[in-house]
């Protein structure tokens, strides 16, 4: 089994339709993030957290929001999708900030 | 703050060419840097890092050597594959931020024909 499974990998929903992403690791890590994406911008940060208590806004936070169930678990919500975050999704987690990354295989959403 | 800039591709060899992409980083403290890779249809990996300056990181024949007097951690590969056709992500790690986060470049693209 892989260390970091999201699910769904592919997802198509409708303009302002809630949907949650999932991620849960079998790393033990405390550190988990949210990234997106998108042709030619790389990898850019939505949410991170480094504990069940502890959640950080990313750089694009705005129109998402998380919860992180367990230190295995953290889900990515859109209250109510556009379709400008039509993106490749990315869960990661980490043991520390100078270790390795590890990242989920991605899911595809796409918002018609 | 802390940012990671690398060079923008695509880039596109013939095999056993020798590879090059540029990554500069600018850091408010103690950084560790990282290139990870991106094969279609996958997550990213760790190719390969490097913890203090001096260090040289290396896999798979790819090295990287970090630079704290020209802020750069350089990509280099003496004979590219066409397997190695992927995305690669410069990265960094600041254990001084109070932020505890990595930062990404944009990624370049790779693409290596027979």
């Known amino acids: 089994d892989a260390d970091v499974t999201q699910t769904p990998r592919n997802r198509i929903t409708k303009t302002g339709k809630r949907i949650m992403l999932e991620c849960s690791q079998t790393?033990?890590?405390?550190?988990m993030y949210w990234y997106r994406q998108d042709p030619g911008l790389g990898l850019r940060l939505i949410y991170y957290?480094?504990?069940?208590?502890?959640?950080n806004k990313g750089e694009i936070s705005d129109g998402y929001s998380v919860s992180r169930q367990a230190q295995a678990k953290f889900s990515l919500s859109l209250e109510s999708a556009i379709p400008n975050q039509t993106a490749l999704y990315f869960c990661?987690?980490?043991?520390?900030?100078?270790?390795?990354?590890?990242f989920g295989q991605g899911t595809r959403l796409t918002v018609v | 703050g802390d940012s990671v800039t690398q060079m923008e591709g695509p880039v596109t060899l013939s095999e056993e060419a020798f590879l090059t992409i540029n990554c500069t980083y600018t850091?408010?403290?103690?950084?560790?840097l990282f290139w990870y890779v991106q094969y279609p249809g996958e997550g990213l990996q760790l190719l390969l890092k490097?913890?203090?300056?001096?260090d040289k990181g290396s896999n798979k024949g790819f090295e990287a050597t970090y630079r704290k007097e020209t802020t750069s951690f350089h990509l280099e590969k003496g004979s590219v594959q066409v397997s190695d056709s992927a995305v690669y992500f410069c990265?960094?790690?600041?254990?001084?931020?109070?932020?505890?986060?990595?930062?990404f470049g944009r990624g370049t693209q790779l693409t290596v024909w027979p």
């Open positions: 990661a987690t980490a043991s520390g900030v100078n270790t390795e990354a590890f």
């Open positions: 790393k033990g890590h405390d550190r």
């Open positions: 957290s480094f504990d069940v208590k502890d959640i």
């Open positions: 850091a408010t403290g103690y950084p560790s």
């Open positions: 490097a913890t203090k300056a001096d």
């Open positions: 990265a960094l790690g600041d254990r001084g931020s109070t932020l505890g986060r990595l930062y």
